[in-house]
């Protein structure tokens, strides 16, 4: 007599070894400031790969609106903010979703943390080097964030050059970027 159990494994397994299994979506709620503790010593670490999954993380979980309003009630966003500027780019992308979330889930927080994400977001748009594709998604997540950001902020990123870094990628060859771009100078411009 076969085990069903083993038997249910090796379907899944054959299912997956013939085509592109289904991504998981879990809904993590951390509802407490002790709970996202853990996830800001790793944005927090001094090692950049620890520091680059923690912010992943948060970049997941951040999409849920308590876990976005948790992050800025605790003033992790000013941690997360300074990531917009590291040395890597993955870390970079990570705080830009972070953001993004962020500022979706609380679109009237006039949060600091959010208003000096500003500028660092907008230098992003700013890279040269865009066949890479690291670089293209960091702008595509640029993009994205201040779209975002145009419910509350709206005045600043026009101020700070926003919407001139955002008609430079309405032109892309890269046409999610390009469309990006465009809903986000549709936004600044509808405030």
Do not use: W
Not at 38 to 51: A, I, K, R, T
Not at 128 to 153: G, K, P
């Amino acid at each position: 007599l076969a085990d069903p159990g083993i038997e249910v494994l090796q379907t899944q397994s054959r299912a997956a070894a013939h085509g592109l299994a289904e991504p998981m979506q879990v809904e993590v709620d951390l509802q407490e400031e002790k709970n996202l503790e853990p996830l800001m010593q790793m944005v927090n670490s001094q090692y950049c790969d620890v520091q680059r999954e923690g912010l992943a993380v948060l970049g997941r979980i951040s999409e849920s609106n308590g876990n976005a309003t948790l992050l800025l009630r605790s003033g992790a966003m000013t941690e997360i903010v300074r990531h917009l500027q590291s040395e890597n780019i993955d870390c970079q992308i990570g705080a830009t979703q972070i953001v993004a979330n962020v500022s979706k889930a609380n679109a009237s927080a006039r949060d600091a943390a959010l208003a000096q994400s500003i500028r660092p977001i907008i230098n992003a748009m700013g890279m040269t080097v865009t066949d890479i594709v690291a670089v293209a998604e960091l702008q595509r997540q640029s993009c994205i964030a201040l779209a975002a950001l145009a419910n509350t902020f709206a005045h600043e990123i026009f101020e700070q050059g926003g919407a001139n870094a955002l008609s430079q990628h309405q032109q892309s060859s890269n046409e999610v970027l390009a469309r990006e771009a465009q809903t986000a100078m549709s936004a600044i411009n509808g405030q």
